[in-house]
């Protein structure tokens, strides 16, 4: 009898435990999306602007010699407002990146705060693990 209570025991501790994995690791994939999100978008808008920046100065450059002293100033201008318009989508990336890393962050929190004891013991594995992969190199 005493070996039944102990196996239902074991088992609920199994149990709980995967339970314990397949929230953390949700909870890791979520974030881990997020930051994978972000970063796609950022990267696409950014590579998108600094082309359109690079085919506009090299239609300027390759245009000012035959450019009068007014229109080399209206395409000075246009340059500008195109610098200016690469920063605020720069500025847009890294505030959308910020946001959801800042989301990460508080959906990690809310699951520290459900699950104290589950976090250190996530915490301890993951600096066991680490430290056996420091010093086997």
């Not at 972000?38 to 035959?66: M, P, Q, Y």
């Not at 890393?101 to 013991?121: A, I, L, N, R, T």
Request: proline fraction near 1%; hydrophobic fraction near 40%; charge should be negative.
């Amino acid at each position: 009898m005493a070996t039944n209570t102990s196996r239902t025991k074991t088992d609920e501790a199994q149990a709980e435990l995967k339970h314990m994995t397949h929230r953390a690791s949700t909870a890791a994939y979520k974030v881990g999306d997020a930051a994978k999100s972000a970063g796609k978008r950022a990267g696409a808008v950014a590579s998108e602007e600094l082309a359109n920046l690079r085919a506009d100065l090299g239609d300027l450059i390759s245009r000012i010699s035959s450019l009068s002293e007014a229109e080399v100033e209206e395409a000075k201008e246009k340059l500008l407002a195109k610098i200016d318009s690469t920063r605020e989508a720069a500025t847009e990336m890294a505030n959308d990146a910020r946001e959801q890393f800042d989301h990460g962050v508080e959906y990690s929190k809310d699951y520290v705060k459900e699950h104290p004891m589950q976090s250190v013991g996530y915490a301890a594995l993951a600096g066991f693990l680490l430290g056996l992969l420091i010093t086997r190199r």
